[in-house]
């Protein structure tokens, strides 16, 4: 009786296991109605919340999606706490409240501006959850040419959305793995710092995967880059959200790369 137990249990525990392995990364079954993109230049360029509205209507002409964009070119995080504070007080009741800092505002090479991030994330999550919404963390990605610079943000990024329980957007990390799997479309301008187009579009794919759960493959809208281009940065991103959601037993995400 205890063996034909043991099986059962074992039996059940492995149906359990597969039907875990096939839930898509999604933050939530429902995906969000109304997003505010709290950000700077890497939100502006390229206006990254309409990409992504563009791209989820054009998988679902029934999308809902609204956004709005609380953004000034070269801020950091803190700069943006009156604005945000006044936006959801304003209303529309908004459900996700998407939070990217400047590029290098995250790492411990300046410690006092390190900190200053963590709080100024801490003070703004508690703002957006008062106001009953969720936050999202958008990990962006290193300036070129600064080696090892995306690792250091994907970790930072990492952790702080481990600490407050927020979902991580990881944008940084679908730059790395274009480097190698899409080494002839350009996602970083000249000045090393700031998205083409196809890195905004990129950017727009792994936001759709991360806050839908469902790969942006097969969206009709390829923004201003060429449709075989935007074909392989929606399988990227599709990649990367789903990598990232199932780390190795390490606690890395080198299957993202």
Request: charged fraction near 25%; proline fraction near 5%; hydrophobic fraction near 45%.
């Amino acid at each position: 009786m205890w063996i034909a137990r043991i099986a059962s249990a074992l039996v059940f525990l492995a149906a359990l296991a597969a039907f875990a392995a096939e839930e898509p990364p999604a933050a939530s079954r429902k995906p969000p109605e109304r997003v505010i993109f709290v950000g700077n230049s890497l939100t502006q360029y390229n206006d990254l919340p309409a990409l992504v509205r563009e791209i989820a209507r054009s998988l679902d002409t029934r999308d809902r999606l609204e956004t709005r964009q609380i953004s000034v070119g070269g801020a950091y995080l803190y700069q943006h706490e009156e604005s945000l504070k006044q936006a959801l007080a304003r209303g529309p009741k908004w459900d996700l409240v998407v939070l990217q800092g400047y590029s290098d505002e995250p790492l411990e090479s300046n410690p006092q501006a390190a900190e200053r991030f963590r709080g100024s994330a801490r003070t703004l999550d508690r703002m957006i959850r008062d106001a009953g919404a969720k936050t999202a963390l958008y990990m962006t990605w290193g300036y070129r040419l600064a080696f090892g610079m995306n690792d250091k943000i994907a970790e930072a990024y990492r952790r702080l959305g481990k600490e407050l329980g927020a979902q991580v957007v990881p944008v940084g990390l679908a730059f790395d793995r274009a480097d190698s799997e899409a080494r002839f479309v350009t996602l970083i301008e000249r000045d090393g710092k700031h998205p083409t187009p196809a890195g905004s579009y990129l950017a727009a794919c792994v936001f759709y995967a991360a806050l839908y759960g469902r790969s942006p493959e097969g969206a009709t809208f390829y923004g201003k880059i060429a449709r075989e281009d935007a074909a392989q940065l929606q399988a990227i991103a599709w990649k990367t959200v789903k990598a990232f959601a199932q780390p190795d037993a390490t606690g890395a995400d080198r299957a993202a790369r």
